[in-house]
């Protein structure tokens, strides 16, 4: 689910952007990735302590490692977007 959200979210930014910018509603031009980046956190963070919680349970255990591997992979994947978005994106121009 929360690969699906950062999928949508990367997709739907930049016009979500477009129509703050055309409205000239500065104050929500990040809005919507904020919200969306929030819960694509909020659920990596509940995969990986599900994972954490499936480990001490005798078995699917393939499962929960899969789950706290989905979940790092995710949260990794955030935040080189918003470094590269925030950070780096600006400095290019």
Same mark, same amino acid.
């Given at each position: !689910? $929360?690969? &699906?959200? =950062?999928?949508?979210?990367? &997709?739907?930014?930049?016009?979500? !952007?477009? #129509?703050? %910018? $055309?409205?000239?509603?500065?104050?929500?031009?990040?809005?919507?990735? /904020?919200?969306?980046?929030? !819960?694509?956190?909020?659920?990596?963070?509940? $995969?990986?302590?599900?994972?954490?919680?499936?480990?001490? #349970?005798?078995?699917?255990? $393939?499962?929960?490692?899969?789950?706290?591997?989905?979940?790092? =992979?995710?949260?990794?994947?955030?935040?080189?977007? /918003? /470094?590269?978005? %925030? /950070?780096?994106?600006?400095? &290019?121009?």
């Amino acid at each position: !689910m $929360a690969a &699906v959200l =950062t999928w949508i979210s990367v &997709v739907v930014t930049p016009w979500a !952007m477009r #129509q703050a %910018v $055309a409205r000239y509603d500065y104050e929500n031009v990040y809005t919507f990735p /904020v919200i969306t980046l929030g !819960m694509v956190l909020v659920l990596d963070s509940a $995969a990986i302590f599900l994972g954490f919680l499936g480990i001490r #349970q005798p078995t699917a255990k $393939a499962m929960s490692g899969a789950a706290i591997g989905i979940g790092i =992979t995710g949260i990794v994947g955030l935040v080189i977007y /918003v /470094v590269g978005t %925030v /950070v780096i994106m600006p400095r &290019v121009g």
